[in-house]
């Protein structure tokens, strides 16, 4: 049985087995304590081995790290923490650990811990914060299930570039050191895999559009990539996105399907998490007592996920925004560190000042000017601007765009060519313009910008498994 | 408000906007039928416009595949089918279709709809493809969620090679043309974009361990790779598998997990899917029609679906399985293409003997020889065969390959040196077995084999919404 599920357990001295980790071991011969932990909870169950109970030569394999299943009576904890407690009566070893073992019970620094990412998941952090992944994932999957929407899953190879400027990775067959030349001395990519050059996808909104303009309602959640040279807490070459597609929506109706989602997915991790959740706000504290007073949070880790949940989002314009930012303390007292001024994309210090300060909620902005966004964003009648929208969080910035898209051909076409894209690339794409067009609006979430919102971790690699920045891609 | 509910409704003449795309327009000014489909069902609702409720040149625009919102009385129907039906009050012209539009209401080949894999989402088959293709996907996550597995986003860019002779795409982000060399002349790698050669996954069950032998239930599902050159019905180069593993399972624990989870989502489709599922049997049986009555299925549709969920597999041994086949009358017969001996790979022909004419049931073989299975299978006593579990399925096949694996630091390394894997490359695979190593097991279900079952369609081309194959990256 698993630990989460022995926990709840009313303690009758019935015969269970354990099977996990041993994260510590304490006491002598005359009686041991040792907490285990099996992952599926935050919490440790202690056996207690008391004198002769288990032979010594078992007993001494029995060390932080080993795998090993406990065999015992269920009873009532004589310790404060954990109700219950496991009396060992049996102890076999699957596995030990020697003391170089690098989770010993002591402080790790998480640059350590990123380096030993094949056994970081054995540390209560990194335990909670993959269990919340996980439940926010789920959360994902079950909020647009419930809604109607399906499931899309878009070619993760692509030989288009739908942000028309992406930094994106090669995809090749070839021996690279000898790739097959055309007549013109160039590399022949049509012998390659596919018949021609292809790269790593940068999102799949624009095939999630071509769902979205059948199924009405489609969401896609996979990886994406961007081979930008961004080594920074922010930034990965390969993250998971979510990117729902809804025909008939136009700008509102995404902002309303924006604001409902994110509040949705969070209430589910707050309901759903909560040990985790009390672990790693816990942890945070621990973190900012080492921090000046004045950069420390206003509010606990629970306490800004229920501000988001219990909050309406400030709708406003890109360009209420900047009058906004031309009136504010910072921008007259030249503390902002870029300049503003309408048509300039906004920085984080910009946004930040908007969310904490200004309003003090989240905040979509929308109708941005068209030089700063998407050629497939809708034009606004006044052609300057477009119906984008971006969500705007505490701490972490943008964390959501989107937008309502073209659906006027002539239109499309001429922003296609606008900004250098050839029309032949995306003809697929165009066509849906052609053929029963119809309004529709989407937006995409990077998934470890929330998850990084959720668990208040600060360095995007700590939200995902086995993070892949430039020069790393171990394990 | 969306199709699927609205056919739900009673119909008292409430007013209703109905948003979809027209499928077909019959009769003339008198009172025309319109048939719409908004891809939330595979029903159409139908609207009547009754002479001069429409103006003429706003019913002339509404052609099939033309996008349109209808307004008016839902009242109950006149002639068969459903039983609602709307009255036209308003139409709105979103989006206009004309003849060139390519799905018109008449038979295409699936070949041809594969070329306009941007549009086949707005015909029947496709939108109940893609509608089942969901449903599985969510039932997927539904019951590793509810039985306490943790979904784990394995790396889709890998340094590693998880099956060791995998046909791997490279990625890089070198300008191809001129990659910079190195002294020996060779492409200097440690220059590229992580520092090293890099590659697509063939499978994330190396990394799915790690998080096993810590958080004991995970699972992963994303986009796997292979390069291989096979142009079948049943191969892709871009493809979705679903790789649970956990630790403290052994081989029969691991088949419990195949059999139960591979039953529970067809049964979820079952009953989630009823529509979609009898619009497909209907297409297949119309499809036998022009086959030769011996190539016809003994089975409907939803009678081999429900065969699979009601039937307790079948479990035999390799060895067990070569003797059946040795004895077998096509065996005898020389009617197989391949000979059966005891150490051959088993084909499809033996494999679906068994399935179909031996056992009537899925079968789970266990126990292959070590040398036709991967190097991380935990060796037997015997030290000829490993603790390998191939599921195999009427009609297709292998559906899932699994394994308990090898947790015996010594005789993994021992493997994966014999197989040629440098234990470098995998230091933190092997690391695992070093600290506190359990048994574990797990296995791997190609998505889109199942999706391929449960909807009956032959090529896999067609279960995917953009197919990546040999010389095709189109979309």
Request: hydrophobic fraction near 40%; glycine fraction near 6%.
């Given at each position: 049985m698993q630990i989460k599920e022995l926990l709840k357990l009313t303690p009758s001295e019935q015969e269970v087995t354990v099977k996990g980790w041993v994260r510590t071991k304490r006491g002598q011969v005359a009686v041991t304590f040792i907490a285990i932990n099996d992952g599926s909870t935050i919490h440790n169950i202690q056996a207690v081995a008391e004198g002769?109970?288990?032979d010594e030569e078992t007993l001494k394999l029995v060390s932080t790290g080993a795998c090993v299943a406990v065999t015992g009576k269920l009873i009532a904890s004589m310790g404060s923490g954990q109700a219950v407690e496991l009396k060992a009566e049996k102890i076999v070893i699957y596995g030990t650990a020697d003391e170089s073992f690098p989770m010993q019970p002591k402080k790790h620094s998480l640059e350590f811990l990123r380096e030993k990412a094949h056994l970081r998941f054995r540390t209560n952090t990194f335990g909670a914060i993959f269990r919340i992944r996980h439940t926010l994932a789920f959360a994902v999957h079950k909020y647009f299930n419930d809604n109607g929407f399906f499931n899309l899953h878009t070619?993760?190879?692509?030989?288009?570039?739908?942000?028309?400027?992406g930094e994106m990775f090669h995809v090749t067959n070839f021996d690279m050191e000898k790739p097959p030349k055309g007549d013109d001395g160039n590399i022949d990519y049509s012998q390659d895999f596919f018949g021609r050059k292809t790269s790593l996808t940068v999102s799949g909104q624009l095939e999630g559009e071509l769902g979205a303009l059948a199924l009405s309602k489609i969401y896609t959640f996979g990886p994406t990539f961007r081979a930008e040279n961004s080594n920074t807490t922010?930034?990965?070459?390969e993250f998971w996105m979510i990117e729902p597609e809804v025909a008939f929506y136009e700008l509102e109706d995404n902002m309303n399907l924006a604001e409902d989602f994110v509040q949705y997915v969070i209430k589910y991790a707050l309901e759903n998490c909560a040990d985790d959740l009390t672990f790693l706000e816990k942890r945070l504290l621990e973190e900012e007592k080492s921090k000046p007073q004045n950069e420390r949070s206003d509010l606990s880790l629970t306490e800004k996920l229920k501000f988001v949940v219990e909050n309406q989002f400030q709708r406003l314009t890109y360009t209420e925004a900047i009058e906004i930012l031309v009136r504010s303390k910072p921008h007259k007292e030249k503390k902002f560190q870029y300049n503003v001024a309408w048509g300039i994309d906004l920085q984080s210090e910009h946004e930040r000042y908007l969310v904490e300060k200004h309003f003090k909620k989240p905040v979509i902005l929308t109708n941005y000017p068209k030089d700063i966004k998407a050629f497939y964003m809708k034009l606004d009648e006044d052609n300057k601007t477009v119906r984008a929208m971006d969500v705007l969080f505490p701490g972490i910035g943008e964390i959501i765009g989107g937008s309502q898209r073209e659906d006027d051909y002539e239109k499309l076409l001429a922003r296609t060519k606008e900004v250098g894209i050839d029309p032949e690339n995306i003809w697929w794409y165009l066509e849906t313009r052609k053929f029963g067009s119809a309004p529709h609006a989407g937006f995409g979430l990077g998934f470890e910008r929330l998850v990084l919102f959720v668990t208040g971790?600060?360095?995007?690699?700590?939200?995902?498994p086995f993070p892949r920045t430039p020069k790393s891609a171990e394990f």
């Amino acid at each position: 049985m698993q630990i989460k599920e022995l926990l709840k357990l009313t303690p009758s001295e019935q015969e269970v087995t354990v099977k996990g980790w041993v994260r510590t071991k304490r006491g002598q011969v005359a009686v041991t304590f040792i907490a285990i932990n099996d992952g599926s909870t935050i919490h440790n169950i202690q056996a207690v081995a008391e004198g002769g109970a288990i032979d010594e030569e078992t007993l001494k394999l029995v060390s932080t790290g080993a795998c090993v299943a406990v065999t015992g009576k269920l009873i009532a904890s004589m310790g404060s923490g954990q109700a219950v407690e496991l009396k060992a009566e049996k102890i076999v070893i699957y596995g030990t650990a020697d003391e170089s073992f690098p989770m010993q019970p002591k402080k790790h620094s998480l640059e350590f811990l990123r380096e030993k990412a094949h056994l970081r998941f054995r540390t209560n952090t990194f335990g909670a914060i993959f269990r919340i992944r996980h439940t926010l994932a789920f959360a994902v999957h079950k909020y647009f299930n419930d809604n109607g929407f399906f499931n899309l899953h878009t070619p993760i190879i692509t030989a288009s570039d739908a942000e028309g400027a992406g930094e994106m990775f090669h995809v090749t067959n070839f021996d690279m050191e000898k790739p097959p030349k055309g007549d013109d001395g160039n590399i022949d990519y049509s012998q390659d895999f596919f018949g021609r050059k292809t790269s790593l996808t940068v999102s799949g909104q624009l095939e999630g559009e071509l769902g979205a303009l059948a199924l009405s309602k489609i969401y896609t959640f996979g990886p994406t990539f961007r081979a930008e040279n961004s080594n920074t807490t922010r930034h990965l070459a390969e993250f998971w996105m979510i990117e729902p597609e809804v025909a008939f929506y136009e700008l509102e109706d995404n902002m309303n399907l924006a604001e409902d989602f994110v509040q949705y997915v969070i209430k589910y991790a707050l309901e759903n998490c909560a040990d985790d959740l009390t672990f790693l706000e816990k942890r945070l504290l621990e973190e900012e007592k080492s921090k000046p007073q004045n950069e420390r949070s206003d509010l606990s880790l629970t306490e800004k996920l229920k501000f988001v949940v219990e909050n309406q989002f400030q709708r406003l314009t890109y360009t209420e925004a900047i009058e906004i930012l031309v009136r504010s303390k910072p921008h007259k007292e030249k503390k902002f560190q870029y300049n503003v001024a309408w048509g300039i994309d906004l920085q984080s210090e910009h946004e930040r000042y908007l969310v904490e300060k200004h309003f003090k909620k989240p905040v979509i902005l929308t109708n941005y000017p068209k030089d700063i966004k998407a050629f497939y964003m809708k034009l606004d009648e006044d052609n300057k601007t477009v119906r984008a929208m971006d969500v705007l969080f505490p701490g972490i910035g943008e964390i959501i765009g989107g937008s309502q898209r073209e659906d006027d051909y002539e239109k499309l076409l001429a922003r296609t060519k606008e900004v250098g894209i050839d029309p032949e690339n995306i003809w697929w794409y165009l066509e849906t313009r052609k053929f029963g067009s119809a309004p529709h609006a989407g937006f995409g979430l990077g998934f470890e910008r929330l998850v990084l919102f959720v668990t208040g971790m600060t360095n995007i690699r700590d939200v995902i498994p086995f993070p892949r920045t430039p020069k790393s891609a171990e394990f």
